[in-house]
């Protein structure tokens, strides 16, 4: 089944916030952000602005009628600055007036003054200076320095990765209207509503039921808008609230990219001890995640770092520790993967490391220690369905790894300027919100008496397909045709308290949820017809929209079945709740069973270099991933391709860069390059792996949100490899991205990071 | 007063002639299918089709433009398409299908881009390959698909759009249903309206508005009567006695489907399909890229190597100066403050010439170079009679390199002469570091692409092993 929504896209005709014709009277938003990264005494003198002509109001944090905090897991972050500035991009004022056009020219009048304070820009000042969002997190398993000590080989290094931008072609927005009794109903493109609707209502100081969020769809997310919808959301209902209209507020690209947060920049460093068997025996790490100037999501990110610290390894020594240390940068935030690809690039580089010291391949590394059944992951969880192993071997059985690997060798003997490079990077990803309260989430069905059918779920459609996969749930529930059941709006007044579309675990809570909903029905609709008929309950069936008795079809479709049961006063509406059993995990002890389950994959990924420019193509990707028992491969598929292209992007040529005092310089789309249709490779192929499924997974399809993005991964150390071939001199450098000038600096030597 | 044809139906407007077409489209009539993302011109999810009646008047020839770059002017005497105007009622056309059954559609945002993008290369009979549909998409980003679906769908709609190996034309393409019938008449539409009245008092001239509109869109809103000479009148591309001659209004494009150029420049697809985006190179003017000066100009850097001379227009008089004098210092020109370009000439390379281009970006298309260069070189008897090197983004202008010019003439070319050129060159260069890269970095760079130049022109005379 084709993405519902498709229909729509090709002909443009699908409604993102900026496409909502608004009312006559809507007013329009741009918000004056800060042009210095750290400052207090700060003071804005307004008047300019407000006597510009076509100014309604210009708001400041004094105008806040509630809280004036927008913080989640810790109250640290304001949503207009009042006496102290943290970030460049940070906003100070929002502007309201006729027109987008005019509020911009009003914004230009707003003169601020304020003093300047030093700035901190990377992880490591801002451990030096003890400057943290929150104390430390530690996991840890088996003793590492008694580990250590018996290690035939042990080896250390540093390793960055840089942020990087999400890049959602839709960019963040908002549109709020007054309903009566001082309700306001917000439209915004977010991923969490609900996180919406709460913070909101605290920056109003009006209860969560004064606010509804609805949201039809999102131009792109990747965890960009999990968190960082919200104070847009909360922007324009704060202006709604002071001016009594209709505001719209649309970020422009360089608003959007100057005052959002990122992927999280990691600087961390790795101990590794191996035997004389290529068996690691200890891994010890330390991760000083660049948070920014607030905390936002970045404990839980933190932590997501420490859950993916080993990979798809089993090491029975570990102790790893994370420190989310607050600089002046934007908040960096959710990005799919959420900490596990800053982790996974650590232990692959260590094991990169290890592997150049021992001067072999790094895969009969990764080969001698991937997880096996039962093992225990080093946060205490039992891995259960293991699928590492079984990747590995399917993808050899296909792609022969020792074939791939001697025709890269040949090309390499052969080959002068150019040389080639190629990296295994398997995956080991845990799907459910570590914070366990999260993975709930809730459905509510409608049949209506002709028989069609509506459903609402928690769940935000943002191009991931969800919603087509609510649809095929209930259609393959009811076994009705497709064309009978429409998805809703998200929307916080049908399905309450949801849990951000986040995690890759969407939708496996709403679809539990609406699987259960449906069944129920489906369930309640068997006995009106078990009363007509006066049979069992169990031997009707709902075939393709007619009704079984016995195997044998009645003269009842399912339109007949749905009104009868109407007119025999049958509810025909059901709410239903799933919470995710059996996850647990005990903070105090950094031990539990956090994921319902793990996703697997493996991939290989070849690169040639030009060994005179610096320059690189990936040639091929071949990828064994584990979907489970894909519920719908095209779906599933664009996934697997999408989040590779962007992790391959986030390993390559997409670069953030702030200079020292905080300004993001690559503030634009002609200085952010993410991967167009020349850069991807040009042969890529992706084979499912044969699994049996996994019953904590909707229907046994795993989630395939984030974990195919570390695949890219392996892009970094492909053309690592392709560098090692033409400077044997050259000593791995774990210092992401890779862009083409790294690779021209490596190549002849030199140093750059 | 702005006459055009926007899908089906004629406008006449005295809106803004400064704002981008895209506003227009979006807020004055309310079409909400073409989306707005970066407002540079850097992904295409907010291309439109312009059609443009041939010189015969026969026939309307589309190619597409980024319209969120593109002032409202421009349109003036032609067809725009956006995404409402290939809709028919109840199907999909073949593109659109096309994108749907390979789910090459997520998010959405970008879908409308690819459609006009993809169409684009059903409408034009010369387009017949994988690689001119690559062209087609190529400046347009999807941040969702990876692109491996959408890839799929082009090759698709390739297969679709002929018969035996012939592309189809207008009549087939409406009978397909590629587009909606109403394109058949556009022709004759278009032959109604007069052009635009020359506005020849003001100095204030729009081209393409390629680097202005992403500089500075709002400055240009509050500015009165600018001249937008793209919608004065055709551009020209001239080749007489072994020159090339440019109108001031010329775009990339005409250099590039230029059936002459190509002959004397075989690589000329390969050099400027490095150059920005397709839709980019059908608006942005190449004298446009002369006059902002900026240091990484690709087409700055291409004609500093032709030595090109351009014709500077006053209001009182001309003067000729050849590209090489024009750049002062960073961002300042030779040009004066009521002085226009008016015309470009370039020498063609005759066959005793050798001719590169070379650009490095962190990507390799639609990026700002951090490094570009060009090399001409005319040798008669294993020695250099003529040499024009440029080089981009090593200094505070598009750079000619006059020394190592100089240098190499009455040279033979060898590992010695290039050895002696990279001193020179390195004398004479002097990078900064900035977002493209650290100067130590340019500067290495600098030197690879001087032997690239090399490498790939004189490949039995210079080794790779050599350079090293």
């Known amino acids: 089944m084709k993405n519902i929504d498709s229909n729509g896209h090709v002909r443009g005709e699908s409604l993102f916030i900026d496409d909502i014709i608004t009312k006559s009277n809507t007013l329009h938003a741009a918000v004056l952000s800060s042009v210095v990264a750290h400052a207090n005494q700060l003071q804005l003198d307004i008047s300019g602005a407000l006597s510009f002509p076509g100014v309604e109001a210009v708001i400041l944090a004094k105008d806040i009628p509630g809280e004036n905090q927008i913080g989640g897991i810790i109250f640290d972050e304001p949503l207009l600055a009042e006496d102290e500035i943290h970030f460049q991009g940070q906003p100070l004022a929002i502007v309201v007036a006729e027109s987008n056009f005019i509020a911009r020219q009003a914004r230009k009048l707003i003169k601020v003054t304020c003093n300047q304070l030093p700035v901190i820009t990377t992880a490591k000042q801002a451990k030096q200076q003890g400057g943290f969002i929150n104390p430390p997190r530690s996991f840890g398993m088996g003793d590492v320095e008694k580990a250590f000590a018996e290690c035939d080989y042990v080896f250390e290094d540093e390793v960055f990765s840089n942020g990087q931008e999400h890049l959602y072609l839709e960019t963040q927005g908002a549109y709020a209207e007054r309903m009566e009794n001082g309700c306001i109903k917000l439209m915004s493109s977010t991923q969490g509503p609900t996180v919406v609707q709460r913070i909101t209502a605290r920056v109003l100081g009006v209860s969560m039921n004064k606010i509804e969020v609805d949201v039809t769809r999102l131009g792109g997310g990747f965890g960009g808008k999990e968190d960082q919808a919200t104070p847009w959301a909360c922007m324009v209902a704060l202006a709604t609230h002071l001016t009594q209209k209709p505001v719209k507020l649309i970020l422009d690209r360089h608003d959007d990219l100057k005052m959002t947060g990122k992927r999280h920049p990691y600087e961390s460093s790795f101990k590794i001890g191996l035997d004389k068997n290529l068996k690691i025996k200890a891994f010890q790490a330390e991760f000083l995640q660049n948070s920014g100037a607030a905390a936002d999501l970045s404990p839980a990110i933190a932590e997501r770092t420490l859950f993916h610290a080993t990979n798809s390894y089993f090491i029975p020594n570990v102790k790893t520790v994370v420190h989310s240390c607050k600089t002046n940068l934007p908040p960096n935030t959710a990005f799919r993967g959420f900490g596990g690809p800053q982790g996974k690039f650590v232990i692959e580089s260590a094991i990169v490391k290890a592997a150049e010291q021992l001067n072999i391949p790094a895969w009969k590394i990764q080969k001698a220690n991937l997880l096996q059944e039962n093992d225990e992951l080093y946060y205490g969880q039992i891995a259960e369905n293991v699928e590492a192993q079984n990747c590995w071997s399917q993808f050899d059985k296909t792609f022969k790894i020792n074939k791939i690997q001697k025709e890269i060798d040949s090309f390499n003997d052969t080959n002068k300027q150019f040389k080639k490079g190629m990296a295994l990077m398997p995956i080991c990803f845990g799907i459910s919100f570590t914070n366990t309260p999260m993975n709930h989430a809730r459905a509510l069905v409608h049949i209506y008496q002709d028989g069609s059918v509506g459903i609402s779920t928690g769940a935000v459609e943002m191009g991931q397909g969800v919603n087509t996969k609510m649809l095929q749930i209930a259609a393959q529930t009811f076994s009705i045709p497709e064309q009978l059941i429409k998805l809703e709006t998200t929307n916080t007044t049908r399905v309450a308290n949801t849990s951000p579309s986040a995690a890759s675990s969407t939708a496996d809570l709403n679809g539990k949820a609406l699987l259960k909903a449906c069944q129920s029905l489906l369930e309640r609709l068997k006995h009106v017809v078990a009363d007509e008929f006066s049979v069992g309950v169990d031997l009707i069936e709902i075939n393709n929209g007619r009704v079984f008795i016995q195997q044998k079809e009645t003269d009842w479709d399912w339109n007949k079945l749905v009104f009868e049961a109407f007119w025999k006063r049958v509810c025909l509406t059901e709410n239903a709740h799933y919470a995710t059993p059996k996850i647990q995990f005990d903070k105090t002890k950094e031990k539990g069973h956090p994921f319902a389950y793990h996703v697997y994959g493996l991939a290989a990924i070849t690169t040639t270099v030009d060994c005179l420019l610096g320059t690189y193509e990936i040639d091929r990707v071949k990828i064994v991933h584990d979907f489970g028992q894909s519920m719908n491969p095209g779906v599933d598929m664009g996934q697997v391709e999408g989040a590779l292209a962007q992790g391959i992007g986030w390993m390559t040529m997409e670069e953030i860069a702030y200079n020292n005092d905080g300004k993001l310089l690559s503030n634009a789309l002609s200085t952010y390059k993410i991967p167009d249709v020349f850069s991807i490779a040009k042969d890529i192929q992706i084979e499912s792996l044969k699994t049996e499924g996994n019953d904590m997974a909707i229907l046994k399809s795993k989630a395939v949100g984030e974990p195919p993005l570390m695949y890219g991964i392996g892009a970094y150390f492909a053309i690592n490899n392709a560098i090692k071939a033409f400077n044997p001199q050259y000593q791995c450098q774990f210092h992401a991205p890779m862009t083409p000038e790294k690779v021209l600096m490596r190549l002849y030597g030199k140093n750059s990071s | ?468």
């Open chain 2, 1 to 468: 007063m702005i006459e055009f044809i926007l899908n089906n139906k004629i406008i006449k407007t005295d809106a803004n002639e400064s704002i981008t077409l895209v506003d227009f489209i979006r807020d004055d009539k309310g079409l909400k299918g073409t989306k707005i993302v970066c407002r540079e011109g850097d992904c295409a999810a907010c291309s439109v089709l312009v059609g443009e009646l041939d010189v015969s008047h026969n026939s309307v020839k589309y190619h597409t433009i980024t319209s969120c770059i593109s002032p409202l002017a421009n349109a003036h005497g032609k067809h725009i398409v956006t995404i409402e105007g290939l809709n028919q009622n109840h199907i999909l056309t073949p593109v659109q299908n096309s994108i749907k059954n390979n789910n090459a559609t997520q998010c959405g945002f970008c879908t409308p881009g690819f459609v006009i993008a993809m169409t684009n290369y059903c409408l034009n009979p010369s387009l017949n390959s994988e690689e001119q549909m690559l062209d087609c998409i190529g400046g347009n980003i999807c941040r969702c698909t990876g692109y491996v679906s959408l890839v799929k769908a082009a090759k698709d709609i390739i297969s679709q759009t002929q018969n035996k190996g012939e592309k189809y034309q207008l009549q087939e393409l409406i009978s397909e249903g590629f587009i909606p019938e109403y394109f058949a008449g556009m022709a004759l539409k278009l032959a109604t309206i007069e052009p635009k009245i020359p506005n020849n008092h003001s100095s204030n001239i729009i081209a393409g508005g390629t680097d202005l509109y992403v500089q500075k869109a709002d400055e240009l809103l509050l500015r009165n009567h600018a001249r937008f000479i793209h919608s004065e009148s055709k551009s020209s591309v001239k080749i007489q006695n072994g020159k090339c001659i440019l109108s001031a209004n010329a775009t990339v494009s005409d250099l590039f489907h230029n059936p002459e150029l190509i002959r004397s420049i075989p690589e000329l697809h390969d050099f400027l399909r490095l150059v920005s985006s397709e839709p980019i190179r059908n608006m942005a003017a190449i004298a446009g890229n002369f006059v902002n000066a900026s240091p990484i100009a690709d087409m700055s850097i291409f004609c500093l190597a032709l030595d090109a001379e351009l014709t500077l227009q006053s209001s009182k008089n001309s003067r000729k100066i050849r590209l090489k004098d024009f750049f002062l210092d960073y961002k300042k020109t030779a040009l004066q403050k009521d002085e226009h370009i008016s015309q470009i000439v370039f020498n063609i390379p005759n066959k005793s010439a050798y001719f590169n281009f070379e650009k490095i970006s962190k990507r390799r298309n639609l990026d700002i170079a951090t490094v570009n260069s060009a090399i001409y070189l005319e040798i008669k008897n294993d020695t250099v009679l003529k040499a024009n090197i440029a080089i981009g983004g090593v200094a505070p202008i598009p750079m000619y390199l006059t020394k190592c010019s100089e240098f190499l003439i009455n040279k033979e070319i060898n590992l010695g002469t290039l050895k002696q050129l990279l001193e020179i060159l390195n004398q004479e260069i002097s990078p900064i570091s900035d977002v493209r890269g650290t100067a130590d970095y340019k500067k290495l760079l600098a030197n690879q692409i001087i032997k690239q130049h090399f490498l790939k022109l004189f490949p039995d005379s210079i080794k790779f092993e050599e350079v090293l």
